[in-house]
């Protein structure tokens, strides 16, 4: 079925078009903000319609050419096609609505920290084919799109982009496309590589053998497992007066123009002269961003909590404890015996657990600085604060990732 002269009202997190007809609300496919369409359904839900675009009818007054040769098939950036003015202006929309949605909190404006456009991310993730070459997915699907640069990844990535498939179609060559998929990360002087795959004895002791020497830091990740190839295996990244020392998997946050931005808000809403409970906490870059000191972090990687106490000690801190644990170990008692003032929050995209809002409103924090990734979670769990006695006191964002449609947000809930 065709619907006929759809105008693209929004645009949604993963990058599908809005549309409304006088039945339901349609997701379109590769639908560009303010243009009217004819789309074909390709399926049909209870409250709306996927829908995937045929032709355009009225170009849209905010497009542009896209400067990446890639954008129309791959999957790594969704808004490239809108000028930036307005990818800001749709991010604005997307915080506002899912406030308002979850809370009926009606927010006029929220100012948003913008970027530079292009080169900006200090990591890319990217497949890696049988023969060795660097992909990304195409939109909507697991093919892959053969590319030989990044416009959005650090100029030191694409620089050295080359020289990395290189190895990567070397070892394919030879043990039949055992890395499948690459992580390259940089802080513009030293470049770690993440080579995902099986490897057996020859393998391994054939890449060593091979590229020990190399200028790269490589690691193998087998089964969640790492071997480091040559090096240490880690960087050393400085936001501000602090460096830190990131590992193989350690989260770390990818816009090198924004880092400084986003842990510079949460430490204006923190405020000063707090204890400081850091949930989700990693190798500790945000919790000693936002404060100095007197830091207590909660993490589930153990490999991030060892980075998280060494980065303490780099960093001159006198009153730290890093754990090894699940958001949900905390209780009541943990948080008073430490003399908890303020917590901060960084989760997955999911959220919080229900059951870590419970703890932290039962154990009476008057302050939660909250930084998310999700929109949706979110505000999600702000109502499920203000059920519990909190309000919304100030909401800022930093555009981590200009060309999609993810952004960061920075909430500070405090007790009323």
Same mark, same amino acid.
Not at 144 to 160: P, R
Not at 236 to 262: G, M, P, R
């Given at each position: 079925?065709?619907?006929?002269?759809?105008?693209?009202?929004?645009?949604?997190?993963?990058?599908?078009?809005?549309?409304?007809?006088?039945?339901?609300?349609?997701?379109?496919?590769?639908?560009?903000?303010?243009?009217?369409?004819?789309?074909?359904?390709?399926?049909?839900?209870?409250?709306?319609?996927?829908?995937?675009?045929?032709?355009?009818?009225?170009?849209?007054?905010?497009?542009?050419?896209?400067?990446?040769?890639?954008?129309?098939?791959?999957?790594?950036?969704?808004?490239?096609?809108?000028?930036?003015?307005?990818?800001?202006?749709?991010?604005?929309?997307?915080?506002?609505?899912?406030?308002?949605?979850?809370?009926?909190?009606?927010?006029?404006?929220?100012?948003?920290?913008?970027?530079?456009?292009?080169?900006?991310?200090?990591?890319?993730?990217?497949?890696?084919?049988?023969?060795?070459?660097?992909?990304?997915?195409?939109?909507?699907?697991?093919?892959?799109?053969?590319?030989?640069?990044?416009?959005?990844?650090?100029?030191?990535?694409?620089?050295?982009?080359?020289?990395?498939?290189?190895?990567?179609?070397?070892?394919?060559?030879?043990?039949?496309?055992?890395?499948?998929?690459?992580?390259?990360?940089?802080?513009?002087?030293?470049?770690?590589?993440?080579?995902?795959?099986?490897?057996?004895?020859?393998?391994?002791?054939?890449?060593?053998?091979?590229?020990?020497?190399s200028k790269f830091h490589?690691?193998?990740?087998?089964?969640?497992?790492?071997?480091?190839?040559?090096? /240490? +295996?880690?960087? *050393?990244? %400085?936001?501000?007066? =602090?460096?830190? $020392?990131?590992?193989?998997?350690? @989260?770390?946050?990818? #816009?090198?123009?924004?880092?400084?931005?986003?842990?510079?808000?949460?430490?204006?809403?923190?405020?000063?002269?707090?204890?400081?409970?850091?949930?989700?906490?990693?190798?500790?870059?945000?919790?000693?961003?936002?404060?100095?000191?007197?830091?207590?972090?909660?993490?589930?990687?153990k490999n991030a909590i060892?980075?998280?106490?060494?980065?303490?000690?780099? /960093? +001159?801190?006198? *009153?730290? %404890?890093?754990?090894? =644990?699940?958001? $949900?170990?905390?209780?009541?008692? @943990?948080?008073?015996? #430490?003399?908890?003032?303020?917590?901060?929050?960084?989760?997955?995209?999911?959220?919080?657990?229900?059951?870590?809002?419970?703890?932290?409103?039962?154990?009476?924090?008057?302050?939660?600085?909250?930084?998310?990734?999700?929109?949706?979670?979110?505000?999600?769990?702000?109502k499920r604060f203000m059920?519990?006695?909190?309000?919304?006191?100030?909401?800022?964002?930093?555009?981590?990732?200009?060309?999609?449609?993810?952004?960061?947000?920075?909430?500070?809930?405090?007790?009323?």
């Amino acid at each position: 079925m065709i619907l006929k002269d759809l105008k693209i009202i929004d645009i949604i997190q993963d990058g599908r078009g809005v549309a409304r007809t006088d039945a339901k609300t349609v997701f379109v496919e590769n639908a560009i903000y303010g243009e009217t369409l004819d789309a074909e359904i390709i399926a049909e839900k209870k409250n709306f319609l996927e829908a995937r675009k045929i032709k355009t009818n009225i170009k849209s007054k905010f497009e542009r050419k896209p400067p990446c040769p890639y954008f129309y098939e791959c999957g790594g950036c969704s808004i490239m096609d809108i000028n930036y003015d307005t990818q800001i202006k749709l991010k604005k929309n997307l915080i506002k609505n899912a406030i308002k949605k979850s809370t009926h909190l009606e927010i006029e404006d929220i100012e948003i920290i913008e970027s530079p456009e292009f080169a900006y991310r200090n990591k890319i993730h990217l497949q890696v084919d049988k023969d060795g070459g660097l992909n990304y997915l195409k939109k909507y699907s697991d093919e892959k799109v053969k590319i030989n640069n990044c416009l959005i990844a650090s100029d030191y990535i694409g620089q050295n982009l080359g020289q990395i498939e290189e190895i990567s179609k070397e070892i394919n060559g030879k043990f039949d496309g055992v890395i499948t998929e690459i992580s390259i990360r940089t802080n513009n002087k030293d470049i770690l590589l993440n080579l995902y795959g099986t490897y057996d004895k020859d393998c391994q002791k054939y890449i060593k053998k091979n590229w020990q020497n190399s200028k790269f830091h490589i690691n193998l990740i087998d089964r969640r497992k790492a071997y480091a190839i040559n090096g /240490n +295996g880690k960087l *050393d990244f %400085k936001i501000k007066d =602090k460096t830190f $020392k990131i590992s193989a998997d350690d @989260f770390y946050q990818v #816009n090198q123009y924004q880092i400084e931005n986003l842990y510079g808000v949460a430490r204006e809403f923190l405020g000063e002269n707090q204890k400081l409970l850091d949930l989700y906490c990693g190798s500790a870059t945000s919790s000693m961003s936002i404060n100095d000191d007197h830091i207590v972090g909660i993490e589930i990687n153990k490999n991030a909590i060892k980075d998280a106490k060494e980065n303490a000690k780099r /960093n +001159g801190l006198k *009153d730290y %404890k890093f754990i090894a =644990k699940n958001a $949900k170990f905390i209780d009541s008692k @943990f948080i008073k015996e #430490n003399k908890i003032d303020a917590i901060t929050v960084d989760p997955p995209r999911a959220g919080l657990d229900k059951e870590v809002v419970k703890t932290i409103a039962n154990a009476g924090i008057d302050k939660i600085v909250y930084i998310s990734c999700n929109p949706q979670t979110l505000a999600r769990d702000i109502k499920r604060f203000m059920d519990r006695g909190y309000e919304l006191k100030k909401l800022k964002a930093v555009d981590m990732f200009p060309q999609t449609m993810h952004v960061e947000t920075i909430a500070l809930i405090q007790k009323m």
